[in-house]
């Protein structure tokens, strides 16, 4: 399915590239139309981006269960190549996470090593500066059609946890834990979107668009338990964790719906 997948984005971003080709030809030799429809050099705009993230873990016995909602704002910066194609950035600000399970240790009042199922809900904080290619179509009416792709590095500022433990009496809950240190300091994305954008007046236009954002680097950056043969968290003779010495794998994707406002 995923190989289906890949296929038909790179199908759809062919055929738009052939289309946008078609436009452009046609452009460069109509000097009339030039004249009547120059563009800027650069356009500058407002972006929000409600989005949904998780977690897909690599690790055995790591297991995703939950989505998160978050949120990404911040500023855009297009570049005109051509009339129909843009080279993008700006700098935002993501809310990004996902929640886990996995076999580790719940420390009780007595301050003991307690094996236990975990869930771990991440909250993680990036900014992120994307560097992406964008193909448009001619205006048809007010609207203009648009396809997008490329890469986003995202710098990790702020992470924390929240953590349920499944297998002991009444699952008691810690919250808001600082993980900074748990989470790699940076990610990178590969970005695929399309959207459309409303010509309001002159060069200000209102864009609606979605992206896949895909995480291709490893985010935990921990130690993970040696289970025993029953799948559980081991601890030595003095009661203290037992690692296997390897970090855990997952990386971080989100879906982002764009919400923009251009110059």
Do not use: C
């Not at 296929?7 to 139309?33: K, M, W």
């Not at 929240?162 to 590969?190: H, Q, R, W």
């Not at 794998?249 to 406002?261: E, I, K, P, Q, R």
Request: glycine share 8%; net charge negative; no cysteine.
């Amino acid at each position: 399915m995923i190989q289906k997948t890949k296929i038909l984005t790179l199908i759809l971003f062919g055929l738009l590239f052939l289309n946008v080709s078609a436009q452009e030809e046609s452009f460069e030799n109509d000097p009339i139309d030039q004249t009547q429809n120059e563009e800027p050099k650069f356009r500058f705009g407002l972006q929000v981006s409600p989005q949904i993230s998780w977690l897909s873990p690599n690790t055995k016995n790591y297991e995703s269960e939950a989505n998160k909602l978050g949120l990404n704002y911040g500023l855009v910066t297009e570049f005109f190549l051509t009339k129909n194609y843009l080279f993008s950035t700006g700098f935002f600000i993501s809310s990004l996470g996902g929640t886990v399970s996995y076999e580790g240790l719940y420390v009780d009042n007595n301050g003991l090593n307690v094996p236990s199922a975990v869930e771990q809900t991440y909250a993680i904080k990036y900014m992120e500066i994307p560097l992406t290619i964008k193909l448009r179509t001619n205006e048809i009416g007010y609207m203009t059609y648009y396809g997008q792709f490329g890469l986003k590095s995202g710098i990790k500022f702020k992470s924390t946890s929240d953590y349920t433990y499944a297998d002991i009496n009444n699952s008691p809950k810690i919250e808001d834990v600082n993980t900074a240190g748990d989470i790699f300091f940076v990610n990178m994305f590969l970005t695929v979107g399309a959207g459309i954008e409303y010509s309001i007046s002159g060069n200000t236009s209102l864009q609606l668009g979605l992206t896949y954002n895909n995480g291709f680097i490893n985010q935990l950056d921990k130690e993970s338990n040696l289970l025993d043969a029953n799948g559980r968290a081991t601890v030595n003779v003095a009661g203290e964790p037992v690692f296997t010495g390897k970090d855990p794998s997952a990386n971080v994707h989100y879906v982002a719906l764009n919400v923009g406002l251009f110059f």
